[in-house]
């Protein structure tokens, strides 16, 4: 069963560092961030055990990729996840930082 981005409802999570996603009302992942003075670090992404296989991950990679683009800010993906859905959908590709676009392999 796969869910699609509109079912997710986003909110940015300011006090614990994080873009949480929620489908029917329930939390159902995150993604945890360090805001810098010009980019956003991405360290850790998180789908709950019952939300798997829903298309939880990519909707909030997607999520969290539009926004960091809409406030102009340079994406660091130490989180796995994030690298790889960058690596996946080269469309966000100029996101990352062009200093570390290397190491990231992006």
């Not at 991950?57 to 790889?84: D, M, N, T, Y």
């Amino acid at each position: 069963m796969s869910t699609n981005d509109t079912a997710l409802a986003f909110s940015n999570n300011e006090a614990q560092h994080r873009y949480e996603a929620a489908l029917d009302g329930k939390l159902a992942g995150y993604a945890e961030y360090n805001l810098l003075t010009d980019a956003i670090m991405f360290t850790h992404t998180e789908v709950l055990p019952e939300f798997e296989g829903k298309g939880v991950g990519s909707g909030i990679a997607k999520h969290v990729l539009g926004e960091a683009r809409a406030k102009g800010l340079h994406v660091i993906p130490v989180c796995q996840f994030i690298a790889g859905y960058i690596r996946k959908h080269r469309e966000y590709a100029d996101l990352v930082r062009p200093d570390i676009q290397r190491a990231f392999k992006i």
